[in-house]
């Protein structure tokens, strides 16, 4: 079913998102332009359905599938789409204020060019890490450590070791209860880690955390599954 369809009539704020919500707590921030485009010629959202009586084989490695539903994507411009916008094992869709807007701590300075690499950064942000992380108590999900709280990583960590520990993460923290998957091989990882680098001296380390408005909060229960 076409995401676009599922949200027909609905009155969905200009400033909003929509956050695809899955059961271990993992929470993709869909733009409201991605998720309800309908042109092919762009990429299309569509919401795959797990039936009861054909049941989806289980996601590598994992005893469970990735029902009972997926984010999927087609189109022409569908290598637009970055790995954590595929959420699966999703248990509902909501709309959502822009997570700037729910969680001041992550907005940047509103001066900044359009062109500023802290803007693409902050974006990068939102797609990437937001889904699993907090960042000064700002943000949603609840998979994976705080970023900022209680001290930067870009502070005790050198530029190479933080690259490496990003790219592959279950390496060099191998204990970690809920380890990140490293980046796939579509990703650019080198473009990408740059983006991150220079947006992370505007969080400054050890802020207070910052309460998440009621409006902003979801119910998170159950257990990760790794990223396709």
Known sequence: MPVASLLEGMTLPPNSVIEAIALDGFIAQLPLDLALNAD???????LAIEMANQ??????????????FYIVWTGAEVGSIRSEQWPFQMA??????SPAA????????????????IRAGQALFVVQCLTCHKLNGAGAADVGPDLNLPQNPTEYLTPQGLDDLIRN?????????????????IISATA???????ISSTWPAGSSPVAASTSCRVQRRGRRLARP
């Open 92 to 97: 509902k869709l909501v709309s959502q204020p």
């Open 192 to 198: 990408r880690l740059a983006s991150l680098s220079p």
């Open 40 to 46: 092919e010629s762009k990429a299309v959202a569509w």
């Open 55 to 68: 049941p989806w084989p289980h996601v590598p490695e994992k005893d469970a599938s990735a029902g009972p």
């Open 102 to 117: 729910c969680w001041p701590a992550l907005a940047v300075d509103p001066g900044l060019p359009p062109t500023d690499p």
């Open 169 to 185: 993460p279950k390496l060099y923290a191998p204990r970690l209860l809920r380890p990140c998957r490293p980046f796939r091989p």
